[in-house]
């Protein structure tokens, strides 16, 4: 069984920084998409970034673009979000999950496994 489990979030200010973490069981890791998601307090979940699992290709949100850099580590199943400048408006709970496919998505019903979510919170 594939299980996804998510480290890295926590407290910081306005300006700050955090790396999120996802390790991911399975085999077959570097041929699937992998993508970032996160969810407010009485908001929808949303796509904050995604890479494909052929060529890397990545996908960024518009409200992170430019703040927020998505990678992978296929020798160690992992991947990551690396989040810069961040801002009262990224806090949530971050998910991260794994798609069946090589290519990418943008929309949570696409993948199949989830992780437990980590939360981030930004203060001003």
């Known amino acids: 069984q594939v299980q996804l489990v998510e480290s890295g979030g926590g407290l910081v200010q306005a300006g700050g920084s955090l790396r999120l973490s996802c390790t991911t069981s399975g085999r077959a890791f570097s041929t699937n998409a992998m993508g970032w998601f996160r969810q407010a307090p009485g908001k929808e979940r949303e796509s904050v970034a995604a890479?494909?699992?052929?060529?890397?290709?990545?996908y960024y949100a518009d409200s992170v673009k430019g703040r927020f850099t998505i990678s992978r580590d296929n020798a160690k199943n992992t991947v990551y979000l690396q989040m810069n400048s961040l801002k009262p408006e990224d806090t949530a709970v971050y998910y991260c999950?794994?798609?069946?496919?090589?290519?990418?998505?943008?929309?949570?019903?696409?993948?199949?496994?989830w992780g437990q979510g980590t939360q981030v919170t930004v203060s001003s």
């Open positions: 999950a794994r798609r069946q496919l090589a290519v990418y998505a943008t929309t949570a019903s696409a993948y199949s496994y």
């Open positions: 890479i494909s699992g052929s060529d890397g290709t990545t």
